[in-house]
């Protein structure tokens, strides 16, 4: 496979450019290429002056004949320009530009899109974008053969990052495509069987990477990003189904077996749990149980609401691995949930000899090599690869999804082929589910313990507020209860958009105002961990009445006494985030309560919080903030690294379905081998998978 050029080569463009495509992980001309625009502006009218009506969007092409710097009775610095063809005249104006004086001389030719106004008989144009053209009435008589990049026909919009404009990449691009017989004709690999494209009925794939940046028409544009969202979907599918299929060529390194002593001991241990199993943990039971028997090594993924229950089921696997004497490994995210799942298992298993311990990042536990090799149960952060172990026979994986697959290879590298389990509480569509990790087994607990009572969600508005803090003042005077308040930001932002959310900080100091009497504590990330494991034991043990914090409670935290959760800013954190800092309540069989503050009128984000109320479906909010916010706001792209989607959507089930039929197909008919950027890109999705952190 022929390797497309570095970023650094690409001509007329200066360093400083190439250091801000380069921060964005753009390093070659195909990475460029990869750079996909997110929506279009169609300019493609091309009008005479003296037809460009009132209203619309328009490409105009003429000689400037005039220049001048106005400053209107508001102080705004207007940059005025008179364009004429050989029909008429119209006025340009632009805001704040006054390097376009320079620019702009007169005679120079100029091609400029935007809206049509009339003030009087007056027409003036309101310019959007504007191009450079050749000389003369010779552009007027060949238009229909000039090549845009900026006005003139449909253009790209990209995301704008780094400093880098949408007309910056556009004329960086087009400076590929320019390139055609070295960059793209001859680089550009189609990488599907020509079956697989005539049965989905795509477009070539040279094809889909010139129109998706430049198309020549809105339905050209669709079939583009149809065939590279195909393409994309296919591989993460491809790469996972062979990552599946290399794992079951796998020998386990401590092979289990359940022998008629050990049956009694697992069946002792789930009689005396001090609640009954639901059937949907023991259906869960069952399949890890089938796997842990397995000489193939265990990779499943748990999924369960907040308080499903999916630490009773690990707490089985767990002590499986201790009856067959191995040692079993539980990393989580954060040492707030760390402790959490230690406080937790040190409950289920105080009546019997399995030997736990909770490994901090910073740990000061003396002979702490010693210490590991007499436990059977070792909890902390991902800082556990750091430690040597020589009996594991299961390691647990908490809410760090992307994680699996790479702390399994380091695990490897060390000579263990332990079983995994991948466990999470965030609500994931299992379409969805099955596209993220295909090469796991899915597990869903689909069910809440019995006893619980379902959270009641209220949409307080702005009016009903004091009204709201009395009725939380009642309840911890009259019933003792805890209280979460949640705010999205730890620093009150200085964006003037960002103002109305409130700031953890000074909320809490307002907080301290309006609860005067009551005993309030504040949890941020940015603490310390002895200082946030302070706090959260004081809550814990009630000394504190209201805990106000970001969303580091989203996880890891289990008060049965809270029983409000009131989220600041709500329209700040997607339903499916929302939905899990409401799972931090009702988790006793006490009423609880979640209530959502908003300062924004807006009738879609009251729509939106609305619909949260009336649920407490978490799947179904997870589908509905798919439709909404896209994957990246959903699943924490940003924040937990889930998959960065270049251009396709999670929420096109129909296309996702598609690609996996297509990924059964290719592996009946074809070898990989034969389909060089096909296994060039496989392979380099799964070495992300393996090597992100």
């Given at each position: 496979?022929?390797?497309?050029?570095?970023?650094?080569?690409?001509?007329?463009?200066?360093?400083?450019?190439?250091?801000?495509?380069?921060?964005?992980?753009?390093?070659?001309?195909?990475?460029?290429?990869?750079?996909?625009?997110?929506?279009?502006?169609?300019?493609?009218?091309?009008?005479?002056?003296?037809?460009?009506?009132?209203?619309?969007?328009?490409?105009?092409?003429?000689?400037?004949?005039?220049?001048?710097?106005?400053?209107?009775?508001?102080?705004?610095?207007?940059?005025?320009?008179?364009?004429?063809?050989?029909?008429?005249?119209?006025?340009?104006?632009?805001?704040?530009?006054?390097?376009?004086?320079?620019?702009?001389?007169?005679?120079?030719?100029?091609?400029?899109?935007?809206?049509?106004?009339?003030?009087?008989?007056?027409?003036?144009?309101?310019?959007?974008?504007?191009?450079?053209?050749?000389?003369?009435?010779?552009?007027?008589?060949?238009?229909?053969?000039?090549?845009?990049?900026?006005?003139?026909?449909?253009?790209?919009?990209?995301?704008?990052?780094?400093?880098?404009?949408?007309?910056?990449?556009?004329?960086?691009?087009?400076?590929?495509?320019?390139?055609?017989?070295?960059?793209?004709?001859?680089?550009?690999?189609?990488?599907?069987?020509?079956?697989?494209?005539?049965?989905?009925?795509?477009?070539?794939?040279?094809?889909?990477?010139?129109?998706?940046?430049?198309?020549?028409?809105?339905?050209?544009?669709?079939?583009?990003?149809?065939?590279?969202?195909?393409?994309?979907?296919?591989?993460?599918?491809?790469?996972?189904?062979?990552?599946?299929?290399?794992?079951?060529?796998?020998?386990?390194?401590?092979?289990?077996?359940?022998?008629?002593?050990?049956?009694?001991?697992?069946?002792?241990?789930?009689?005396?749990?001090?609640?009954?199993?639901?059937?949907?943990?023991?259906?869960?039971?069952?399949?890890?149980?089938?796997?842990?028997?397995?000489?193939?090594?265990?990779?499943?993924?748990?999924?369960?609401?907040?308080?499903?229950?999916?630490?009773?089921?690990?707490?089985?696997?767990?002590?499986?691995?201790?009856?067959?004497?191995?040692?079993?490994?539980?990393?989580?995210?954060?040492?707030?949930?760390?402790?959490?799942?230690?406080?937790?298992?040190?409950?289920?298993?105080?009546?019997?000899?399995?030997?736990?311990?909770?490994?901090?990042?910073?740990?000061?536990?003396?002979?702490?090599q010693s210490v590991i090799?007499?436990?059977?149960?070792?909890?902390?952060?991902?800082?556990?690869?750091?430690?040597?172990?020589?009996?594991?026979?299961?390691?647990?994986?908490?809410?760090?999804?992307?994680?699996?697959?790479?702390?399994?290879?380091?695990?490897?590298?060390?000579?263990?082929?332990?079983?995994?389990?991948?466990?999470?509480?965030?609500?994931?569509?299992?379409?969805?589910?099955?596209?993220?990790?295909?090469?796991?087994?899915?597990?869903?607990?689909?069910?809440?313990?019995?006893?619980?009572?379902?959270?009641?969600?209220?949409?307080?508005?702005?009016?009903?507020?004091?009204?709201?803090?009395?009725?939380?003042?009642?309840?911890?005077?009259?019933?003792?209860?805890?209280?979460?308040?949640?705010?999205?930001?730890?620093?009150?932002?200085?964006?003037?958009?960002?103002?109305?959310?409130?700031?953890?900080?000074?909320?809490?100091?307002?907080?301290?105002?309006?609860?005067?009497?009551?005993?309030?504590?504040?949890?941020?990330?940015?603490?310390?961990?002895?200082?946030?494991?302070?706090?959260?034991?004081?809550?814990?043990?009630?000394?504190?009445?209201?805990?106000?914090?970001?969303?580091?409670?989203?996880?890891?935290?289990?008060?049965?006494?809270?029983?409000?959760?009131?989220?600041?800013?709500?329209?700040?954190?997607?339903?499916?985030?929302?939905?899990?800092?409401?799972?931090?309540?009702?988790?006793?069989?006490?009423?609880?309560?979640?209530?959502?503050?908003?300062?924004?009128?807006?009738?879609?984000?009251?729509?939106?919080?609305?619909?949260?109320?009336?649920?407490?479906?978490?799947n179904k909010l997870a589908e509905e903030d798919?439709?909404?916010?896209?994957?990246?706001?959903?699943?924490?792209?940003?924040?937990?690294?889930?998959?960065?989607?270049?251009?396709?959507?999670?929420?096109?089930?129909?296309?996702?379905?598609?690609?996996?039929?297509?990924?059964?197909?290719?592996?009946?008919?074809?070898?990989?081998?034969?389909?060089?950027?096909?296994?060039?890109?496989?392979?380099?999705?799964?070495?992300?998978?393996?090597?992100?952190?």
């Amino acid at each position: 496979m022929i390797q497309f050029s570095n970023i650094e080569t690409l001509p007329k463009t200066s360093s400083i450019t190439i250091r801000k495509f380069k921060s964005l992980g753009i390093n070659t001309y195909f990475d460029l290429l990869n750079y996909f625009p997110f929506r279009y502006e169609d300019y493609s009218l091309i009008s005479k002056i003296k037809d460009a009506q009132p209203g619309e969007t328009v490409t105009v092409i003429g000689e400037i004949t005039e220049g001048k710097y106005q400053v209107t009775q508001t102080g705004l610095r207007i940059q005025v320009f008179k364009l004429q063809d050989e029909t008429g005249e119209i006025e340009l104006g632009f805001y704040n530009q006054p390097y376009l004086l320079r620019l702009f001389k007169k005679g120079l030719n100029l091609s400029v899109a935007g809206v049509i106004e009339q003030y009087g008989r007056k027409l003036s144009m309101k310019p959007k974008e504007y191009e450079l053209t050749d000389s003369g009435q010779a552009c007027l008589r060949k238009q229909a053969r000039i090549t845009f990049k900026h006005v003139g026909r449909i253009i790209p919009i990209y995301p704008e990052k780094r400093g880098l404009s949408s007309r910056t990449i556009r004329e960086k691009v087009s400076l590929v495509f320019a390139s055609a017989t070295s960059e793209v004709a001859d680089r550009l690999d189609e990488m599907l069987p020509k079956e697989i494209i005539s049965l989905n009925n795509l477009i070539e794939e040279q094809t889909a990477y010139r129109q998706i940046h430049f198309p020549e028409s809105k339905d050209a544009a669709q079939k583009a990003r149809e065939r590279l969202a195909f393409d994309e979907l296919f591989t993460i599918q491809l790469s996972s189904h062979l990552v599946k299929k290399e794992w079951q060529k796998e020998k386990v390194g401590n092979k289990f077996t359940v022998g008629t002593i050990h049956e009694l001991s697992l069946q002792n241990f789930i009689d005396n749990l001090p609640f009954r199993l639901t059937n949907a943990q023991n259906r869960v039971w069952s399949e890890i149980r089938t796997d842990l028997l397995r000489s193939v090594p265990m990779n499943r993924f748990l999924q369960g609401e907040v308080g499903s229950g999916k630490t009773v089921v690990a707490a089985l696997a767990c002590y499986l691995s201790y009856l067959n004497g191995y040692q079993s490994l539980m990393m989580a995210p954060t040492e707030i949930l760390a402790q959490q799942h230690y406080n937790t298992l040190i409950k289920l298993f105080k009546n019997y000899e399995l030997r736990i311990t909770k490994i901090a990042g910073a740990n000061k536990i003396r002979d702490l090599q010693s210490v590991i090799n007499k436990s059977d149960l070792i909890i902390g952060t991902h800082a556990l690869l750091n430690k040597r172990f020589k009996k594991v026979g299961l390691v647990i994986i908490d809410e760090q999804h992307r994680f699996g697959v790479s702390q399994r290879a380091e695990l490897k590298n060390k000579g263990l082929n332990p079983h995994l389990l991948t466990m999470t509480a965030t609500p994931i569509p299992r379409t969805v589910a099955l596209t993220l990790y295909g090469e796991l087994d899915l597990s869903l607990i689909d069910e809440m313990p019995y006893g619980r009572l379902l959270v009641k969600t209220y949409l307080v508005p702005k009016h009903k507020r004091p009204s709201c803090y009395d009725w939380i003042k009642f309840q911890i005077s009259n019933f003792k209860f805890q209280i979460f308040i949640v705010c999205p930001f730890i620093e009150e932002s200085e964006i003037e958009t960002m103002k109305s959310v409130k700031a953890a900080k000074k909320e809490f100091e307002n907080l301290k105002t309006i609860f005067s009497g009551f005993k309030l504590a504040l949890l941020h990330g940015k603490m310390k961990s002895k200082e946030k494991e302070k706090i959260m034991n004081d809550f814990k043990n009630q000394r504190t009445d209201i805990l106000v914090t970001t969303p580091v409670v989203e996880v890891g935290v289990d008060i049965p006494n809270a029983t409000v959760m009131l989220i600041e800013g709500a329209e700040r954190f997607g339903l499916a985030q929302i939905h899990q800092l409401r799972g931090r309540v009702g988790r006793s069989d006490k009423q609880s309560y979640c209530f959502l503050f908003t300062e924004k009128e807006d009738s879609g984000i009251l729509g939106r919080l609305g619909m949260f109320t009336k649920t407490n479906d978490g799947n179904k909010l997870a589908e509905e903030d798919l439709k909404i916010r896209g994957p990246g706001d959903i699943y924490g792209m940003r924040q937990h690294g889930y998959l960065d989607l270049k251009i396709a959507s999670l929420s096109d089930y129909q296309l996702i379905e598609r690609t996996k039929k297509a990924v059964e197909y290719f592996e009946k008919h074809y070898e990989i081998e034969k389909f060089g950027e096909l296994k060039k890109r496989v392979e380099k999705y799964r070495k992300g998978k393996i090597t992100k952190d």
